[in-house]
């Protein structure tokens, strides 16, 4: 008579024990989709209308594909959305830590004609675009195609180099339109500046963390006016060098 009362004890235990254990796989598997589903709709969700084709494209091909196209010096190339797509996050990353384009000319000491970093505004659609899902948008809107951006210098007129070491006193009205730094070290810094009789000051190159691969000539953005007794100083003064190019 006791028997049938013990066996339904003794079962009561194990059933519990298997609903458990049901629950806990069904609590993993809710954990997992949940952890599995945002990237997924990260992926999907398009936040800006900022697109590729109408004006993120317009800003690489006139800022970066000089470099990155096949064959470039670059290490990808990033002329199409195909390309830049999967390098998205990182471009933000080195275009707000202003590493790319690279540019090492301290911005507002100078302005250049051949100068490549990007505008404040550029910046900011980059990141917004990149933010916001970094959609392709329709391919009517899409500039024509180029690989290479045509060479700043190719224009230049011919000039005659005036080289300074630490200081140099122009002996005759002068036309500057470019310098071009030499010997300085690796992470190195250059500052130069034009004063003229009349006490004013015109600024002409400021370098800091300087690295040597980029070295180059800065053409100056307007043809500078510099009259006879002009004194070209360099900071600091030693080793480094630069040569100016004037007409």
Request: charged content about 20%.
């Amino acid at each position: 008579m006791n028997r049938k009362p013990q066996k339904a004890g003794r079962a009561a235990p194990i059933l519990r024990r298997l609903a458990s254990a049901a629950a806990a796989v069904m609590a993993v598997a809710v954990v997992a989709v949940a952890c599995i589903q945002p990237p997924l709709q990260a992926h999907e969700i398009i936040t800006t209308r900022l697109t590729w084709t109408e004006q993120i494209s317009r800003i690489f091909q006139d800022r970066c594909v000089s470099c990155h196209h096949e064959g470039g010096g670059a290490p990808m190339p990033l002329t199409t959305y195909e390309q830049v797509r999967p390098w998205a996050k990182a471009i933000k990353y080195e275009i707000l830590s202003r590493r790319m384009p690279p540019w090492d000319a301290v911005k507002g000491y100078g302005e250049f004609g051949n100068d490549l970093s990007l505008s404040q505004d550029d910046i900011a659609k980059i990141s917004s675009w990149v933010e916001g899902g970094a959609p392709e948008g329709s391919d009517v809107f899409l500039p024509p195609a180029h690989d290479e951006r045509p060479s700043v210098d190719a224009a230049k007129p011919a000039t005659t180099p005036r080289n300074v070491s630490g200081t140099l006193t122009l002996e005759r009205d002068t036309v500057a339109v470019g310098i071009e730094p030499a010997n300085i070290p690796e992470g190195g810094s250059l500052q130069a500046a034009a004063f003229r009789p009349d006490g004013s000051v015109e600024p002409l190159i400021w370098l800091r963390d300087y690295r040597t691969e980029w070295q180059r000539v800065y053409w100056f953005r307007e043809p500078l006016q510099l009259p006879k007794g002009t004194r070209i100083l360099l900071f600091p003064s030693g080793q480094i060098s630069a040569t100016l190019l004037v007409k």
